[in-house]
C-alpha cells in the first residue's frame, strides 16, 4: 500500500492543478481591457489620418506635375437664361471649329419657352472700311431690338466706329478672306456662326461694303420675315460660266446635273444658315476642286443648299447688280449716278415672284456704290429710298 505521505502528495497535485485551471479561466481585468482598447482606438485613428494625409499628397503631386488646361468655350448653361443672353462684345475664344460646331445647335421644337422677338441679322462682308455707314445708320435708326450687326473685315483692320455707331464692337474674330477663293465662303460661315450664338437671329442678310438699301427698315423686315423662302440664286448654267466650271472629281458627292450657280450675296433664314455651317460633307469637295477659274463663292452654298433643301429656295437674291457692262465684276456707281432717275430706273424694271405670287417688289439692296456716292444718297434717302 501506498504511504500516506505519497497519498498527500498526489492530493496535492490535484489540488494544485485544479487551482491553475481555475486560475487560467479567470477574466482579464477590467483596467487591462481598457487600456487594450485605448491602444485599438488611438491605432484606427491613426491609420485614418495617415491616409488622407497620403490622398492629398498624391493629389497635390498629380495637379503640380499635369495642371489642367480645359477652359470651357461658353458659360455652363445652369438655366434658360444663360443660353438666351445675348453677348454685348462679339469677341470670344473659340477657334472656327468650335464656333461652327457650337452654331450648329438647333431647336426642334418650334414654341420658344420665353418670350422671342426675331431679329435681321445684318452680316457686313468687307475687306476693311465701310464708307457707306453712315446711310445704314439712318436705315438703322429706331429699330432696335429688331436686328443685329456682324462684320467681317481684314484682322489688321482697326475700326473707328464711337460707342454712339450701330457699328461699335461689332466685328467678329476674322481672318484673310480672298476672292473667288475657299477662304471667301469660310468668313461667310464664320459671320453666319456668331450670328447664330445670339438665339434670337431668325433671317441672315449677307452684304458687302459697297451695298445699300434700297427700301426703308419696316419694309425690309416686313418682306423678309413673311417670305415662305430663303434668297439665293441657285441656277443650273450650261455655259462655260456654269456647268463648265464643274470637276468630275466632285463626284459621288456633287454630280454635273446637281451642280449650281447664284450669286454669294443671300438672304437665308435660322434653319438654312445651320446647314450652312454644319457641313462637312461637301466642304472638302469644293475645297479642293472648285479653285479660280472656278470661283467657289459663287457655287459651293447653292449647290449645297439645292442637294439638301431645294424646296425652301427662292432662287433668285434680293440684291440687285449691274452687270451690263461685262467683265468680271459689275458696274461701279459713284457720286454723279445717284439722281432721283437712277432709281426711278431701278425700281420701274422690277417684276418678279414673291411667296409665288407677283410683285413689283424685287430687290432690298443694290450694288456697288463708290464711297463718292454717300453724299449725294445721304441726301436722296428720304425721298428715293423711305429712310
Given at each position: ?281 461637301y466642304y472638302p469637295k469644293f475645297k479642293n476642286f472648285c479653285k479660280p477659274a472656278c470661283y467657289v463663292d459663287e457655287h459651293y452654298f447653292p449647290t449645297m443648299l ?82
Amino acid at each position: 500500500m501506498p504511504s500516506k505521505r505519497l497519498l498527500a502528495l498526489e492530493k496535492g497535485k490535484d489540488t494544485a492543478a485544479i487551482s491553475v485551471e481555475m486560475s487560467s479561466s479567470r477574466p482579464l481585468p477590467i483596467k487591462a481591457i481598457q487600456i487594450f482598447m485605448r491602444f485599438l482606438i488611438m491605432g484606427f485613428c491613426f491609420s485614418i489620418i495617415s491616409v488622407n494625409r497620403y490622398r492629398t499628397f498624391v493629389k497635390k503631386s498629380v495637379i503640380a506635375e499635369a495642371p489642367s488646361t480645359y477652359q470651357p468655350c461658353f458659360e455652363e448653361a445652369s438655366s434658360i437664361e444663360s443660353w438666351i443672353r445675348t453677348q454685348s462684345g462679339l469677341r470670344h475664344a473659340m477657334n472656327d471649329t468650335e464656333l461652327f460646331w457650337r452654331a450648329s445647335f438647333y431647336p426642334i421644337i418650334k414654341e420658344y419657352p420665353f418670350k422671342r422677338v426675331p431679329k435681321i441679322a445684318f452680316m457686313f462682308l468687307a475687306a476693311g472700311p465701310l464708307p457707306l455707314a453712315p446711310l445704314w445708320q439712318k436705315f438703322f435708326d429706331g429699330h432696335e431690338g429688331l436686328y443685329s450687326i456682324y462684320i467681317h473685315s481684314s484682322p489688321s483692320y482697326v475700326a473707328p466706329f464711337p460707342p454712339t455707331s450701330v457699328f461699335y464692337n461689332r466685328h467678329v474674330s476674322s481672318q484673310v478672306a480672298e476672292w473667288g477663293r475657299m477662304s471667301m465662303c469660310d468668313a461667310e460661315k464664320r459671320l453666319l456662326a456668331n450670328a447664330l450664338l445670339d438665339i434670337s437671329n431668325e433671317w441672315f442678310v449677307l452684304v458687302s461694303e459697297s451695298c445699300i438699301p434700297l427700301r426703308n427698315f419696316t419694309i425690309v423686315y416686313r418682306y423678309i420675315s413673311r417670305s415662305k423662302y430663303s434668297f439665293m440664286g441657285s441656277f443650273d448654267e450650261h455655259g462655260p460660266f456654269g456647268r463648265g466650271r464643274y470637276n468630275r472629281n466632285m463626284e459621288p458627292e456633287v454630280t454635273l446635273s446637281q451642280w449650281r450657280k447664284g450669286s454669294q450675296w443671300f438672304v437665308v433664314n435660322r434653319r438654312l444658315a445651320v446647314h450652312i455651317v454644319e457641313d462637312v460633307k461637301y466642304y472638302p469637295k469644293f475645297k479642293n476642286f472648285c479653285k479660280p477659274a472656278c470661283y467657289v463663292d459663287e457655287h459651293y452654298f447653292p449647290t449645297m443648299l439645292t442637294i439638301k433643301v431645294p424646296h425652301l429656295l427662292a432662287n433668285r437674291t434680293l440684291t440687285r447688280v449691274d452687270w451690263s457692262r461685262g467683265g468680271d465684276h459689275p458696274v461701279t456707281f459713284g457720286k454723279s449716278d445717284i439722281t432721283e432717275e437712277f432709281f426711278k430706273k431701278i425700281f420701274e424694271r422690277e417684276t418678279c415672284l414673291y411667296n409665288n405670287q407677283p410683285s413689283t417688289i424685287c430687290f432690298l439692296f443694290a450694288r456697288k456704290f463708290a464711297p463718292s456716292a454717300l453724299d449725294p444718297l445721304s441726301e436722296l434717302s428720304s425721298k428715293v429710298l423711305g429712310f
